[in-house]
């Protein structure tokens, strides 16, 4: 069995991923499960992690570094790494890192903190998106702009080089979630989507939350009313919707985004809302692969620290 040199591990709310890492910085295998913090108990990662990685190592041998980014390191998680305050250098992640004990067999595990800022009306925070973030650093230098990586917490980052100097969170892919769940928007939705019909909803969505991000509250109702009035679909509802959501979080960064270079990290097909919504204002995106960046930040903090 050829082992890893170490083990690179992105643990989620709803799933986790590991990669073994040789020791040239090539990829030797990639596992990935369900379990994550949001279905373990703290007393469980111990197990799962092991379990999760016990076919490519043997039962006896050196001890291997196991680098975590992720929920494993919140308050309810596995251990709390505590926040680490921006502005502030990325590379500054692995010293700021806690290792969980008792010791886990061959594995010397260590989890990332997260970044917070406290400053009075913009405190915020996040955890597993510095690790991409150090990640996009290492793939693009040069960078000096403003980072986007939506998902459930959509983050705004402004970035330069490998240091954050401030960031924002939108909730805009939860308040999605509980609008088509458990609000009366719930019945205008559903059922097989037509990706063409839903694109089209997703335009006029994207168009009207850019260019009046302040009506949201009111516009959010046109989903229920146009499906009521004009025999609009669920595919077409359910895309203006998503489209309205992230419009309206594009249309607030607008005056920050001005005149910034912007990336992307995401899901591609989210990278690709977020990327359209953004030509809307004139601007251009370079999206960056979301599982590439937490690998390459992974690797990069273990780095900083050898």
Do not use: N
């Not at 040069?142 to 100097?165: Q, S």
């Not at 005056?255 to 990336?263: D, I, K, N, W």
């Amino acid at each position: 069995m050829v082992e890893p040199d170490w083990i690179a591990v992105d643990w989620g709310t709803s799933s986790m991923r590991a990669w073994g890492i040789a020791i040239d910085g090539s990829v030797l295998f990639s596992v990935a499960s369900d379990r994550g913090m949001a279905r373990l108990a703290p007393g469980e990662y111990p197990a799962v992690l092991t379990a999760l990685v016990a076919d490519h190592l043997e039962s006896a041998g050196p001890r291997r570094d196991v680098v975590i980014c992720g929920m494993a390191g919140a308050r309810q998680g596995w251990a709390e790494a505590p926040y680490l305050d921006v502005p502030v250098a990325l590379d500054e992640l692995l010293a700021g890192a806690v290792a969980p004990v008792p010791a886990v067999g061959r594995l010397l595990p260590r989890i990332l903190p997260g970044l917070c800022q406290r400053r009075a009306g913009a405190e915020d925070v996040m955890r597993g998106e510095e690790t991409q973030l150090l990640g996009l650093a290492t793939l693009l230098p040069d960078f000096d702009g403003v980072v986007a990586l939506p998902g459930t917490h959509c983050k705004w980052v402004r970035l330069a080089g490998r240091r954050v100097e401030g960031f924002s969170s939108a909730m805009t892919g939860e308040i999605f979630e509980i609008l088509r769940l458990h609000s009366v928007l719930r019945h205008s939705l559903g059922g097989e989507i037509d990706p063409a019909e839903r694109w089209r909803g997703i335009a006029e969505g994207l168009a009207a939350g850019v260019a009046a991000p302040e009506k949201l509250l009111s516009q959010l109702f046109r989903v229920r009313a146009a499906a009521l009035l004009s025999g609009k679909t669920p595919s077409w509802c359910a895309g203006y919707l998503s489209g309205l959501l992230v419009g309206a979080d594009i249309g607030g960064q607008q005056s920050a985004l001005a005149g910034m270079p912007v990336a992307l990290i995401g899901a591609p097909e989210l990278s690709r809302l977020y990327a359209e919504g953004l030509k809307l204002i004139g601007g251009t995106a370079q999206i960056v692969d979301a599982s590439a960046a937490v690998l390459a930040g992974l690797t990069a903090a273990r780095r900083a620290a050898t």
